[in-house]
Structure formats: structure tokens, C-alpha cells
């Protein structure tokens, strides 16, 4: 038998079964899943696991959560996706001008995430915690409970999901998701009705 044949061998017996899961040292989940590439051929590979998208899948939230979920994961995606964000909460600029720590177009995006940690109790609340980690960070729930959890204490997982499905609540009706379960005309701004 051949080196090259050996190799192919081992590697073949070393694949990992389809849905294995793994925390990676960063804490988010992946998954191993079959697809299919263009061509309509079975491809192997590692997934992110999408924590919101399982928990929507499962009933655990609903639509307007995820979809809450969702707009702050991409805040976060767009004000930090420079690698300005810490695993601390302390990533987060009281007031960005261009041309400092971040660029102009990262600053709107910056304070949107600072806002909505403000509407679920700020960044040092459980809540707002659970958001930065799991749907900013996308550790697992577990990882986040277990590693991180609330102001440095372990979590239960339960009650650490609990925490993200409250902080999730809150969000969709901050953002206004609760009330027409679509994205709302005016980013971030609830209406109030003031009577006469």
C-alpha cells in the first residue's frame, strides 16, 4: 500500500458522523452536515450551528425573537466585524467619531447594539449578557452558561436559556417585530400612542 493510499485511508477513518457536533475554542458550535454543492453532489462539511435558528426550530422562540435575534447578530456583525469586539462587554464605544476606534459606517451600527443592550437592561445585565454572547459572539448557550454565564458566575443551562428566550422578548418588541412580525419601517424605534 502506498503513503498517499495510507493517508487517504486514515483520513477516511477519521471522518467525523454526519450531525457530530463540536465547541470550538472561540465557544460557538459546529456541526458536521451533508449538502449538496451546485453540481447536486453530496459534500461533507463543518456548519456553524445557528443557536437562534434551532431554538425557533424547536419552539422555543418565535418568529419576531429570531427576527429580533437576528437584526442584532448583524448590528454586531457590522460593528464588529473588524475584530473590534472583546469576549468582554466592554467592546462596546459610548460615542464613536469617525476616524477613532472605529470606521463612520461601524459607529451607526455600534450604537445600534448599545441601544438594544440599554432596552434589555444594559451590557451588564443577565440579558444583555446572554445577547452579546450568544447572538453577538454566537458561543452556544451552554458555553455562554457554563464558561462565561452572568457577570462571571455559571449558569444553569435552563436558566441561561431562559435568560436569552426574556432577552429575545424583549428585543422583538424594542425593535417593533412583536407587534406586525416584520422587519419595522423605523430601525430600533417603538411608536407610542399619546392620548389627547
Keep these: 500500500m502506498t503513503k498517499k493510499t495510507q493517508r487517504a485511508k486514515a483520513r477516511a477513518e477519521k471522518k467525523p458522523r454526519i450531525g457530530e457536533e463540536h465547541i470550538r475554542p472561540d465557544g460557538s458550535v459546529i456541526r458536521y452536515v451533508r449538502e449538496e454543492d451546485d453540481d447536486q453532489k453530496p459534500v461533507d462539511h463543518y456548519r456553524t450551528v445557528d443557536t437562534l435558528a434551532l431554538m425557533l426550530r424547536n419552539g422555543s422562540i418565535t418568529g419576531a425573537m429570531h427576527d429580533a435575534g437576528q437584526q442584532f447578530s448583524q448590528d454586531f456583525a457590522r460593528a464588529f466585524g473588524s475584530g473590534v469586539a472583546s469576549p468582554k462587554l466592554d467592546g462596546l464605544p459610548g460615542g464613536t467619531a469617525p476616524g477613532q476606534m472605529m470606521v463612520e459606517k461601524n459607529a451607526g451600527a455600534a450604537r445600534s447594539v448599545r441601544e438594544a443592550l440599554d432596552a434589555v437592561g444594559g451590557s451588564g445585565s443577565p440579558a444583555g449578557s446572554a445577547l452579546w454572547y450568544v447572538a453577538g459572539l454566537q458561543m452556544s448557550i451552554r458555553d455562554w452558561a457554563l464558561r ?34 416584520s422587519r419595522p419601517h423605523g430601525r430600533g424605534a417603538l411608536t407610542t400612542r399619546l392620548s389627547p
Design 148 to 181: 462565561d454565564g452572568w457577570n462571571g458566575k455559571r449558569v444553569e443551562k435552563n436558566e441561561a436559556k431562559g435568560i436569552l428566550v426574556a432577552a429575545l422578548g424583549v428585543l422583538a418588541r424594542y425593535y417593533g417585530y412583536e407587534h406586525s412580525g
